[in-house]
């Protein structure tokens, strides 16, 4: 039972250019989302999906992109990397939300942008 | 907006203490909370998830109690181990598919 899988587990980009981090889970979630984590900011939600085909934006969205074309892939797309993106991002999925579903974690990709 | 913060942001004991990492929302409409676990270089590990409708849940040595109105929870960590050295995060699902997290205490218990 894999979980939450990220790839990669480390990237450096220049600025300006684009990238994906890939993301898959294997527990047939519904639920799945993006977040970055920042020193002393916590997680921030950057995009979710409830479902495939379904996706909508969180607090910080503005330089990503996603989409959902099956239940098991939540792709984030960096469109033009900025050094403000240089984070550590996190996806997590749930069978639900707002019940007794609790978010299962990847084990994230740090980013650095130069 | 919904705003959850962590009291300390890091916390030292000795190990056999028991301990109290506290969490507050400002909030109160919410749907449940969750209590994490992160070590370094690592993903979350969901400990405890509380429903809004609960006042508290146990997992062996970690208690998490929630108090909507006064828009608290702690999380009671019995006998502390140097195994139990991580980052604890507490985080609120207030509906509209949006979890909200607070940054976290870090926790060293010195064997």
């Known amino acids: 039972n894999a979980g939450v899988t990220q790839t990669p587990k480390f990237q450096v980009l220049k600025t300006g250019q684009s990238m994906t981090l890939q993301c898959a889970q294997d527990?047939?979630?519904?639920?799945m989302s993006w977040y970055r984590q920042d020193p002393g900011m916590g997680l921030r939600l950057i995009h979710y999906s409830v479902g495939a085909g379904i996706t909508d934006q969180g607090e910080v969205p503005n330089g990503y992109n996603v989409s959902r074309s099956t239940t098991e892939d939540f792709p984030l797309r960096l469109l033009s990397a900025a050094p403000s993106q240089t984070s550590v991002y996190f996806c997590?999925?749930?069978?639900?939300?707002?019940?007794?579903?609790?978010?299962?974690f990847g084990n994230g990709t740090r980013l650095t942008v130069t | 907006k919904q705003e959850v913060t962590q009291i300390p942001a890091a916390l030292s004991v000795p190990e056999g203490e028991n301990l109290v990492l506290n969490c507050s929302f400002t909030?109160?409409?919410?749907?449940?909370l969750q209590w994490f676990r992160q070590d370094p270089g690592k993903g979350l590990t969901s400990l405890l998830l509380i429903q809004s409708s609960q006042r508290e849940q146990t997992s062996g040595r970690l208690n998490a109690s929630l108090d909507k109105s006064s828009g608290r929870s702690t999380l009671y960590i019995a006998a502390s181990q140097p195994g139990d050295s991580a980052t604890y995060l507490c985080a609120v699902d207030g509906g509209g598919f949006k979890t909200i997290f607070g940054a976290g205490t870090r926790l060293f218990v010195k064997a």
């Open positions: 909030d109160s409409a919410i749907y449940n």
């Open positions: 997590a999925s749930s069978y639900s939300v707002g019940g007794n579903s609790p978010l299962h």
């Open positions: 527990m047939n979630h519904e639920y």
